[in-house]
C-alpha cells in the first residue's frame, strides 16, 4: 500500500476534526477525498503530508510513519495545497530551480528535471516570465510542476482547480490524468464532476468521520437509494416523522420521493416498514442518483418532512 491511514484522530480542544478514521490507496488509484467544509478532509491531508501531527492513530507513506520517519515519508511526498504558494516575484525556471534545490536534486539531473516538468506541465512559453504575471491556469501548472519534480510517488492535490475557467479546468484535469499513471494520487475537492472525471476511487468524511468509501461506480451503484413511491389509502403522512432510516419527499397526494443511505436494497427495507405499517403501495420505480445527490444524502442531516439518520 502506498498510503495507509490507520484510526487517524486530530482533537482541537474539545473538537475532533478526525474521528478514528482508517484506509489504504494503493498505487495507480486516483482516489477522490470529499466532504463538506468542516468535515476534516484538509486536516487529514496536513497530517498526511507532515504537516500537522495526529492526536491519535499514524500515517505510513511508501512504509514511512509520518511521525516516526517524518523526512523519509515527505521526501516521497508531491504536495499542491489549496492556497498554492508561489514565489510571485520569482521566473518559473527559477522558481522550478530553487524547488529542485531543496529537494538536493544537482547538476544534469536538476536540469533535466526542471526541462521535463516544464514540458509535461505545460510551461515552455511561460517559463522565462515572473509568476505573478501568470493566469491562474499556468500557477497551477507551476504548483503541479513544483509538486513533481523531485519525481514523488505520492501526490496529494487540494482543491488543484478551484477558481478555474472551463478551458483551464479541462487542461488541468488531462495533465493530472497523465502525471497519475504511475503515482499514487489523493485529490480533495468539492466538485463532483471532478471525482466522475479523475478518480476511480470515493472517500466521503463528515463531521470527521468516514461516511463512505468505494469504488465511483460501485458507489453510484449502490448509493442510489432512492424510490419514486405512490401508496395507498391507508398511508399515513404522520408516520413518518418516527422513521429514523428514511426521507419522504412529498410529491401530491399520496405520492413521495423516499430516498435513504443504506447498505441494503431499499425497496426491501421500505416494504418491510409498510408491512409493519399496513400500507399498500400501489407503485414503486428505483430512481438513478448521480455522485452529487448521494454526496448529498450522506452529509445533510436536514431532511424535508422526517428527520433521517
Not at 516538468?117 to 513544483?146: D, F, H, P, W
Not at 475537492?189 to 461516511?211: F, P, S, W, Y
Amino acid at each position: 500500500m502506498s498510503i495507509v491511514v490507520n484510526q487517524l484522530t486530530k482533537i482541537y480542544g474539545k473538537q475532533k476534526a478526525v474521528d478514528n478514521i482508517s484506509f489504504d490507496v494503493n498505487q495507480g488509484d486516483i482516489l477522490g477525498f470529499l466532504g463538506p467544509n468542516g468535515a476534516g478532509k484538509s486536516t487529514t491531508m496536513k497530517i498526511a503530508t507532515g504537516y500537522l501531527p495526529p492526536s491519535e492513530g499514524s500515517v505510513t507513506i511508501d512504509g514511512f510513519d509520518i511521525v516516526k520517519q517524518s523526512k523519509q515519508a515527505r521526501a516521497v511526498i508531491g504536495y499542491l495545497p489549496e492556497h498554492n504558494p508561489l514565489y510571485l516575484d520569482m521566473y518559473v525556471h527559477e522558481y522550478l530551480g530553487f524547488i529542485a534545490s531543496l529537494h538536493h536534486i544537482k547538476g544534469n539531473l536538476r536540469k533535466s528535471r526542471i526541462a521535463e516538468m516544464i514540458q509535461l506541465c505545460g510551461l515552455t512559453l511561460e517559463q522565462n516570465k515572473k509568476i505573478g504575471s501568470l493566469s491562474k491556469g499556468y500557477r497551477q501548472r507551476v504548483g503541479l510542476a513544483q509538486a513533481l519534480i523531485h519525481d514523488p510517488s505520492v501526490l496529494i492535490l487540494d482543491e488543484p482547480t478551484t477558481g478555474l475557467d472551463p478551458n483551464q479546468l479541462a487542461e488541468i484535469r488531462g495533465l493530472i490524468k497523465q502525471i497519475s499513471k504511475n503515482k499514487t494520487v489523493i485529490l480533495s475537492t468539492h466538485i463532483m464532476q471532478e471525482v466522475k472525471a479523475l478518480c476511480n476511487r470515493v472517500i466521503i468524511i463528515d463531521q470527521g468521520k468516514i461516511v463512505a468509501d468505494d469504488l465511483v461506480e460501485k458507489l453510484i451503484s449502490t448509493k442510489s437509494q432512492a424510490l419514486h413511491v405512490e401508496f395507498g389509502a391507508s398511508f399515513q403522512a404522520g408516520f413518518i416523522q418516527d422513521q429514523q432510516q428514511f426521507k419522504f419527499k412529498p410529491l401530491g397526494g399520496t405520492k413521495y420521493e423516499v430516498s435513504a443511505s443504506l447498505n441494503e436494497d431499499i425497496r426491501e427495507k421500505l416494504f418491510k416498514l409498510a408491512s409493519e405499517k399496513g400500507w399498500v403501495i400501489l407503485s414503486m420505480q428505483l430512481i438513478e442518483q448521480d455522485l452529487e445527490q448521494i454526496f448529498y444524502n450522506l452529509t445533510n442531516r436536514k431532511s424535508d418532512v422526517g428527520d433521517i439518520q
